[in-house]
């Protein structure tokens, strides 16, 4: 079965302990389409400008992902700044150039009309409302959002929640879309709020799932050196969403097991910066880390 994710592709700037990357290859649709390839055919809609490196275009595409829904206009790519001091699990946002992404509408071509699994990566919830509008028959469809949606776009996304099947968020985006600070009392009225399945992710401290026929929570695989937090939330999407398109069932078992997956992409991801370490990962590398991961949370 196909994927298809809506996002950002991006040029990151991005600066932690570790050093300084320029311009790298990033986005949300980006971190997610690395995760996701390994699982199911992936295809990207996004807007990029002309100042977009052609070797990026060639790189996705030998990576398998499909760009035939990918935009180039006329102006500048989006860009992001961040830095990472002591604290990983942030960024201090340093600048953000929308660039062509303060225009984009995405346009899905004929062929990708008809996939059934989406994932709905961040960006703004009415530009997500608008490629949903497109697909003619979705079964599975993901969200995902951030802070500054929920403060400034609330009434846009808690329509898009109604609409969608699973709703992926970190702690923070939880507590404040839900206005409760337990985490389970977040994803219960999370739930009320329309996705059937709500998943929040809690960083270094790992991953809580509800929905009404089941609640777990996983940890994190744990990883000695960090080099770049970007884009890990999308990664564990992108290897979590895969799955559930691969199999085709969502269940308690195949939940589990997809949590797992999206936690072993989203740990090599944070290895190394951008997609320099996702660029690299086998299949083969992607199943020993996982054996590894089931003995550390096996009893």
Known sequence: MSMLVLGTTALDTVTTPSGKRVAMLGGSAVHFSMAARFFTQVNLVAIVGRDFPNKHINFLQKKG??????????????????????????ALTKSTELGVLSSFKP????????????????????IQQCLLSHMRTPQLVGLDSMNYWI??????????????????ANDAEARSLSGETNLIKAAKRLRKMGSSIVVIKKGEHGVLVYCD??????????IERIADPTGAGDTFAGG?????????RVNAKTM????????????????G????????????????????FKKMISF
């Open 240 to 248: 979590f969403m895969g799955y559930l398109a691969k199999v085709q």
């Open 213 to 222: 026929d089941f609640l777990f929570s996983l940890p994190a695989y744990p």
């Open 107 to 126: 346009l899905v071509a004929e062929t990708q009309r008809n996939i059934k699994n989406i994932f709905l990566a961040n960006v703004d919830p009415d």
């Open 65 to 90: 992902v499909n760009l035939t829904s990918l935009i180039i206009e006329e102006g500048r790519t989006f860009r992001w700044e961040g830095e990472y001091r002591g604290d990983l699990n942030t």
């Open 151 to 168: 403060d400034h776009k609330r009434k846009s996304l808690l329509k898009l929640l109604k609409k969608v099947d699973i709703f992926v």
């Open 273 to 292: 910066f951008g997609v320099e370490r996702s660029a690299r990962i086998t299949k083969r590398d992607i199943d020993a880390r996982l054996a590894q």
């Open 256 to 271: 589990k097991k997809a949590i797992c997956y999206g936690t072993i992409m989203a740990s090599f991801n944070v290895e």
